[in-house]
């Protein structure tokens, strides 16, 4: 399995913490440095406050070389499609080509009412997820000097020059993650190279991928072109006063989070991927919650990533 590190700033972080976090898990040989695109905190006084999804990336492409770098997921209610697709493109060309962008219909409303976005109800967001990935898809694919417009429901594109290009082409890997039963599964047979299952148990890894693997077979893909992902909160530790102390550091229980997330020991870390490999996930998204603690990083890169790679 790949490795990637999925971080949560609204929770509380300010820059210089992502760059460390981001530089530490490069250094360490993990694949991919990830974050969040929220606004608010779930939970704490989430201080110094939000940062911006795309431009936290846009500065960390300029500071790391090799690591990927992506969103798990952006909101299609914060941003216009065609100005997220300059922003990643750009974003795209300032990392030499390590993006990835995560999209996803946007479901925490209370951070839109706290910063004046508006909020569709659930069919409205999906409609609008829907557009935004024929949009970017279409605005990244367009051949230089050619035009592309788009007439939809919630968004109309007249000849647009679908500039700039990003630098992997035809277009930065595109994520879609989720629990849904039909639209995910559809959405992501049709525009991802990937699908995500958010803190999923191994049966809702299970069934995702089955309905995922089905929805492109209904409309002629290959199922083996998706990479299939698991994201799960991380809390490591070589003994047991390791892992309660860190348990702790994030709020969490030791007992719920053996249950729901990867806890444990190294050992009982990779016997746990190992189980989700089993299912087919090839990637998982390892989730930080707290920053400070790059210590966890050095413990997963020496002795879980060595056990599940290749």
Known sequence: MDLRIFTE??????????LAVAQAAERLGFDAFFRSDHFLTMGGDGLPGPSDAWITLAALARETSTIRLGTLMTSATFR?????AIAVAQV???SGGRVELGLGAGWFAEEHTAYGIPFPETKERFDRLEEQLAILTGLWGTPEGETFSHAGEHYTLIHS??????????????????????RTPALAARYAA???VPFGSLEANRVMFERTERACEEIGRDP???????A???????????????????GREVGELRENGLAGTPEEVVEKLRAYAELGSTRAYLQVLDLADLDQLELVAAEVAPHVRG
């Not at 700033?9 to 992502?18: S, T």
């Not at 216009?80 to 997220?84: A, E, F, K, S």
């Open 9 to 18: 700033p609204q929770q509380g972080a300010d820059h210089e913490d992502l």
């Open 80 to 84: 216009l499609p065609g100005p997220l």
């Open 92 to 94: 795209d060309r300032m």
């Open 161 to 182: 020059p679908a500039l700039p290009k990003p630098a992997q082409r035809p277009g930065p890997p595109v994520l879609i993650g989720g629990h849904g039963k039909r």
């Open 194 to 196: 990937e699908i995500n």
């Open 224 to 230: 083996g072109e998706l990479v299939r992902s698991s």
């Open 232 to 250: 799960l909160v991380l809390c490591v530790g070589s003994d047991e006063a390791e892992i309660a102390r860190r348990a702790a550091a994030i």
